[in-house]
């Protein structure tokens, strides 16, 4: 590949920073499952990585609850999945842009059962700058109320 092609070549591997796990399982709860993970950047005492194929497995029949930063490069699938996986029961929250904008937001985030938190401040996975993005916390299938918030997280 071109030095030109690989330079906006964009990583699909963010891990979510500690601090920010710690905000969300003081709110939800403690995380049982991380749905797309190695075991290096898993945030759940059990992973599904990319050999085993998250696309696979049943999230629903996991049990507790569950947490997806999926890669950004191909998202449709993943909230698709969100969306059909909570409607049999499982408990998901999924780190996401706030595309409101796209296909996938109006398809499977927009008026369904879900709570959608925009999150306030930006969050950092480098430790120093934030992302350049803003994200979204979509909490499928949980106790928390189907709505919109802005979540000041810290
Ligand atoms: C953005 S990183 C998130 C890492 C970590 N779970 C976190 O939240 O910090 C996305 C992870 O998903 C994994 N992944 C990609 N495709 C996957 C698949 N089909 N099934 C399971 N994991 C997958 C990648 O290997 C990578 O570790």
């Known amino acids: 590949m071109g030095a030109a092609l690989h330079r906006h070549r964009s990583r699909q591997d963010y891990a979510t920073p500690p601090e920010f796990i710690e905000a969300v399982e003081a709110r939800f709860g403690a995380l049982a ?10 945030k759940a005492p059990r992973h599904i990585d990319v050999a085993t194929n998250s696309f696979s497995a049943r ?3 996991l049990g507790g609850l569950l947490w997806l930063n999926p890669p950004y490069n191909d998202i449709t699938p993943w909230v698709r999945k969100c ?13 996401l842009p706030a595309s409101v904008g796209s296909n996938w937001y109006a398809a499977y985030v927009d008026g369904c059962a ?5 999150l306030r401040p930006r969050i950092s996975f ?5 992302f350049p993005k803003d994200l ?6 949980t106790d928390a109320a189907p709505g919109v ?3 000041k997280w810290r």
């Open 33 to 42: 499952w991380d749905l797309a993970a190695s075991v290096e950047n898993a």
């Open 59 to 61: 999230w629903y029949s």
């Open 83 to 95: 969306h059909s996986e909570s409607l049999a029961g499982a408990k998901i929250l999924a780190l």
């Open 114 to 118: 879900a709570r959608v938190l925009f």
């Open 126 to 130: 480098d430790g120093q700058n934030p």
């Open 136 to 141: 979204m916390l979509v909490a499928y299938g």
């Open 149 to 151: 918030e802005c979540w």
